[in-house]
């Protein structure tokens, strides 16, 4: 029998704890006043693009947390909305 030794994840900086909680808020509002989903997904893709650009040192974290918002704006909502093409990456 072998034991793997497993090594705790690193403590999130301050600046990644701060993300994440700027992208809960995010998705609270965005739940609360976008008057369908498909409004609600293109907010977010358009704030998601925004701050990989304005810190790139955030994209892993950003793509991640894009991801997770989208699923649960979509499980909030039902089926997922016919969306029209985002013009974020534009």
């Known amino acids: 029998m072998s034991t793997t030794a497993t090594t705790p994840a690193p403590a999130p900086d301050p600046e990644s704890r701060a993300f994440v909680d700027l992208a809960h808020q ?9 008057p369908d989903a498909a409004t609600a997904l293109d907010a ?11 810190h790139p040192q955030l994209g892993h974290l950003a793509q991640r947390s894009l991801v997770s918002a989208s699923r649960a704006l979509l499980a909030s909502h039902g089926a997922p909305p016919t969306l029209p093409p985002s013009t974020a990456f534009h």
């Open 26 to 34: 995010l998705l609270a509002v965005l739940r609360a006043d976008a």
């Open 44 to 54: 977010l893709i358009h704030t998601y693009v925004a701050i990989v650009r304005t």
